[in-house]
Structure formats: structure tokens, C-alpha cells
């Protein structure tokens, strides 16, 4: 829900198309806006951070309007979260909203090259996590999971402010095992699991320089060097890179060493806005805390007294109701019960109204869920693992609305079903965990929960971002019967489960979080074509504001778009999502370049032949749906490919040149 302020002056204001009210904030949401100084803004799912971000760019650039120099950079990881904020205050000259990945190829392109410091980093030679368990933790026989391995190394080992500070840009075996530097509090590895992370650390390493493989930090570390280079190699460029403020959301998804890119950018301390929620931190392999960033401005600073202010907290929840929030905040209970140091513990989130409780279905077939979904349940959006994303995909042909709960971090949904975390869960985690989970959801957990079964955390993280997604009709499915799963059901829907008092009473007024439901007794929950047809528009504007930023994204947003209309029976609209599909699909397929065509004299006369008529047809389809932006972004993608005519014609008509 959003509440705006509307000035009597403004009424008839109402009625022009391109006019935007401003939203109404809170007392807290104003004392964050109007606070002076670097801010650390905390707050759980649907709290409005990224409106009180807004804002304060507003703010901002009303205060220091007299400054034609005063310039703005808003990141964040999504490109839909960038377009909202950039259309929620608009944009002027010297203001930037741009993805993270935008900066980092932004920051690369205008540096300049520092002899011995990478400066090409070629996809295919990137070190992602799936492959870091494929290919060097496969044979291990250590019960340290592999993502925590994966994490230590990417936030700890090499990530942390204090492998940057070093001239091997990673820890020493000493350092890591050190629990003065490294306390109980900050990695929650105990000695033994800290030796054996190092042990594959240092096999990790030996493996990259012998493939010449690189992974994020060693791409963030080049950067922070060219940065620290251009200070005196070119004051003048380093100055135009700075910008006056930066302002990042999510920020619970970047490690250390990528803050201090931030703190590089900005001019000077006190000039960062910094927003998210630790409990959402579903990023593969960041262990963040809100303390960390406070260390990392020390280590710039080198002066205590500049060290920001404690988080800026708020609490009201704009999203959902007070059925979904309870269940939620015991989710959050069980998490902080088990691992006190796993996020800033806040009040809980108060919801503006009340709502239905989430209901349950346990062993349910999946022919039968099959059914409920192209009847009573269809237009719900279902969220697993992106494990097993593929999977259900093809369990569930036709259904465009399944989507990876990670990859749902920062989208709200009307309807949510949580399909199989527990069943799906049990097919990645030993039978160890299985138990672990039993007895922290009836028992109240057990000694040493977080020592010995660290991984769980960040499954309980996992559960509450999947919770969060909903507005109204939250449902939790699970196909096949586990130990963990029916001890989830059991906790949900039942009063003497919960051992934490405040747990129980956060339920309906007979104590219960959720209701257990046969499928006969199912209501109708079938979206209105209203409802349906906007849930479309939310996802076709989603995929074109990420451009050409995640084209994967872009297209899992469309084909959900085009199920909507479907849904809402709006031909007019799904013929222009399905173009803007097929034209991203062309773009995200497109053959590599030849090497041999390195200028733009160079013709390829006849090669691509077949893709340039496929592309003239998506082009003048676009045109004919009036989607004039994507018929010219597949235009410039397509320049490289084209025969000399062809290119020499278009590039003149689009005022463009290209560049390989």
C-alpha cells in the first residue's frame, strides 16, 4: 500500500497523466531522510527503505541546489529497482541510477590501466559458486558445507577489509584462524572448520592462477586499485569519477571489500546513504553485518570520531498484512533464537491492516497441484529453490509464474506459494540438518545449533525473503513428507510448538500461525482480469527496465508477463510482450564476434545473413507494437552483424557508431 500527499494547490493536478504526487512519509521515514551525515537505514520486506532512498536524493538535491557541481549515483543490483527510484524523483544532468554491473564496466572503461593489475575479465573465466561446488568441493568429505566455504572465502579470506588492507589481497592462515580479528560474532566458524576452509582456500587458489580464472574479488580489488591510482596518476579524471553523494540500496548483498568501493566514490566521509535488511542476505557467499560497513569508514577514516551513527531503523510494513508479517517474525524468532548474530535484531514490523493466515497443504500430489493451479490457485506465483528451478518448470509445463526465490528478492507478489523448500532442501542437506531443523522448530533448538550446522542461517534467511514476496495469499505446498517439512507444518499450525511466548502470540487469536487446509475446502483465489492484466504491466515494465542489463531476467519477467495476459485475456498486450520476448531472446543468443572483425571498416558480407532477416522481422513487428526503444536497441545490438550496406544505412539513420 503507498499513501501520497496531495496539497489542496495540487488537485487539479490529479488529472494530467504525467503528473506524480509525492508519497507521505512517517516520522521515522522523515528523521531518515532529514538526517545529516553518512546513513546506515535498516529495515525488514516492505518497510519502505527504498522510498526513504528516494527521498533523500530529493532531499538532497534541494538542499544543494545552489551547487551546479553537486552530482548523485544511486546502485543497486536490480535494474527495475533503479528505474523506480529514477522515476519516483526524476533525473537531471548529474545524477546517476544505475545496477552494480553497470558501475563496475562503467568504472573499468574510464580508469586507466595500472601495469600488473588485471584489467579483463572474460565471462567464461569467471568463478561462480555453482562451480566452485562442481569442480573443487565435489570429493570433499567435510561436513563444512560448501556454500559456507564459498562464503568464507568470498566475505573473509579475500573480501574482507582487511585482505584488501594486505599486499597479497587475502588473508594469511594466521589472520583467518585468529579469533581477535575474526571474533565469534563476525565468522561463526569454529577452529577446526576454519582450518579445513583455509585448506581448500589455498587448493581454490592454486586451481584460478593455473586456469587463469578470476572471481569477484579479484575483480573488485583490481578496480580499488586503479581507483587508488588515479588519485595521483590523473586528480583531475579521479575527481569527475567521485560523485558528491552515493546512495545504495540492498546493501546487505555486498561484502566489504565492495563497500569500500562506495566509500572510494563519494566525496568524503558523512556523504553515504546505505539501506537493506541483513535478514534478506540471500546473496551466494556474503556474510554481511551493518557493523562491518561502520569498520570499513574507520579504516578510511582512521579516526574514530568520524565513525557514522548507529542504523536508522523503520518498522511499519507497506506490503503485507498482519497474517503474513506473524509469520514472518516467527520465522525471524527461530533464526536469532538459534543465531543471535545473524542480523540486527529489530521491533517487529508492524502491518497497516489485518489479513488471512497463510494455509498449509502437506504430501500433495503433484498432478494435483498441477489442477489447482490452472483453476483455483492460477495466477499465484510459485518460488522455489533456484536449485531446482529447472525442475518444477518442466514438472509444471505451462505455468509461467514460477520463479527462484533468490532471483524474487526486491518484487512483491499478490499471491505466493512456497513449493517444497523443505522436500527440496532435503535433497542438497544431510540427515543431520534434516534433524537439526526438527529440533530447532519443536525443541527451541539446541546447544551449539550454530557451530555445528552453520548453513541453516542462511536457510532460515532463504525462507523469510520467500515469505516476504507476498501481499495477500501466502501458501505453503510441500509434495513429498520429510523430518524438517512436517516439523514445519507441525510448528505452524499449532500452538504447542513454539516454546518462545512471543512466538505463539504473534498467531491469530487461538495462537496459530497458519491454518492446515484440504484441497476440497480451497476458496477460489483465481485473479480478476483486472488484477491480472496489472500484474502483467508490473512484470512487462520489470523486463524493460533492466534494458540490457540481465537479459535472463528480462525474459523470465516477459514470459511471466505474457502468462498474465493470457490470464486477463488481453491479446494487444500479450502480442507486444511476446515480440519484446522473441527480440531479447535474439539478443541474449547472438554468435560471439570473429575475432578477425576488429574495425569498423570491415564487412561481414553474407555471414550472418540468416540472423540479419530474422532480426528486420522482429524490428518491424516492434515498430508495428510501438515498442519504438526495443526496435532501437536491437538495431545497435545487431550493428557488428549486419553487411556493410546494411550497417552504413542504419548506423546513419540511428546516429551511432559501434564498438567491439
Known sequence: MKVYEVALNDVGEVASGSWIPRLKLTDEERDVVESRGTVLLLGRSGTGKTICTANRMDYDRQLMAHDPSFSQLFVARSKPLCTYVKNAIGSTENESFI?????????????????????????????????????????????????????????????????????????????????????????????????????????????????????????????????????????????????????????????????????????????????????????????FRFEDIRSVEYHIARDRNTVMEKPKVVNVNF????????????????????????????????????????????????????????TKLNGAVVLVHSSTLKFWRNALPGYGLIRSIEASK??????????????????????????????????????????????????????????????????????????????????????????????????????????????????????????????????????????RSDLTASIEDLNQAVYYFELAQEEGYRAKARVHLESIGLKSNLPPIPRTRVQETETLEGEFEELETGAARIVERLLKESLLQEARDLCITMLPYLSGFARERLKKDLRVSFKV
Request: some cysteine.
Open 410 to 547: 526486491g518484487l512483491e507478489f499478490r499471491s505466493v506459494i512456497l513449493l517444497d523448500f523443505f522436500s527440496d532442501l532435503s535433497k542438497e542437506t544431510s540427515v543431520g540438518v534434516q534433524k537439526a531443523w526438527r529440533d530447532l522448530l519443536l525443541r527451541g533448538g539446541f546447544d551449539d545449533v550454530d557451530k555445528m550446522f552453520p548453513e541453516i542461517e542462511g536457510q532460515l534467511k532463504r525462507l523469510y525473503t520467500g515469505v516476504t514476496r507476498c501481499i495477500e495469499r501466502l501458501y505453503f505446498v510441500e509434495t513429498k513428507e520429510t523430518e524438517a517439512g512436517s516439523a514445519f507444518v507441525r510448528w505452524l499450525t499449532t500452538t504447542t510448538t513454539a516454546r518462545n511466548k512471543k512466538t505463539t502470540e504473534v498467531g491469530t487469536e487461538s495462537g496459530k500461525l497458519a491454518s492446515k487446509v484440504k484441497i476440497i475446502d480451497l476458496e477460489n483465489k483465481v485473479m480478476t482480469k483486472d488484477e491480472a492484466l496489472k500484474s502483467g504491466l508490473d512484470m512487462a515494465v520489470a523486463a524493460e527496465a533492466r534494458g
Open 99 to 287: 545496477t552494480y554491473d553497470e558501475l563496475k564496466n562503467q568504472l573499468e572503461d574510464q580508469l586507466p590501466k595500472v601495469a600488473g593489475v588485471r584489467d579483463h575479465f572474460p565471462e567464461e573465466l569467471e568463478m561462480q559458486f555453482y562451480r566452485f561446488k562442481k569442480e573443487l568441493c565435489e570429493k570433499d568429505q567435510s561436513t563444512v558445507d560448501p556454500l559456507l566455504v564459498w562464503t568464507s572465502i568470498r566475505s573473509f579470506i579475500k573480501g574482507s577489509i582487511e585482505a584488501t588492507s594486505g599486499t597479497a589481497g587475502a588473508l594469511t592462515r594466521d589472520q583467518f584462524l585468529d579469533f581477535q580479528l575474526f571474533g565469534p560474532k563476525r565468522c561463526r566458524l569454529t577452529l577446526e572448520q576454519r582450518q579445513f576452509v583455509y585448506q581448500v582456500y589455498q587448493r581454490y587458489a592454486k586451481y584460478m592462477q593455473e586456469k587463469g580464472m578470476w572471481d569477484e574479488c579479484d575483480r573488485i580489488v583490481a578496480l580499488l586499485t586503479r581507483l587508488e591510482d588515479c588519485k595521483t596518476s590523473d586528480p583531475d579524471l579521479y575527481q569527475n569519477i567521485k560523485k558528491s553523494k552515493v546512495y545504495v540500496d540492498e546493501v546487505q548483498d555486498y561484502t566489504q571489500a565492495e563497500c569500500l568501493l562506495f566509500f572510494y566514490l563519494c566525496s568524503g566521509q558523512g556523504n553515504l546513504f546505505l539501506a537493506g535488511d541483513p535478514a534478506q542476505n540471500v546473496e551466494e557467499g556474503v556474510e
Open 319 to 374: 506490503r503485507s498484512h498482519a497474517g503474513i508479517l506473524n509469520t514472518a517474525g516467527a520465522i525471524l524468532s527461530c533464526m536469532f533464537g538459534a543465531f543471535p548474530n545473524s542480523a540486527k535484531q529489530l521491533k517487529e514490523d508492524r502491518g497497516i491492516f489485518a489479513g488471512p493466515r497463510p494455509e498449509v497443504f502437506e504430501k500433495m500430489e503433484i498432478d494435483v497441484l498441477r489442477d489447482l493451479l490452472s
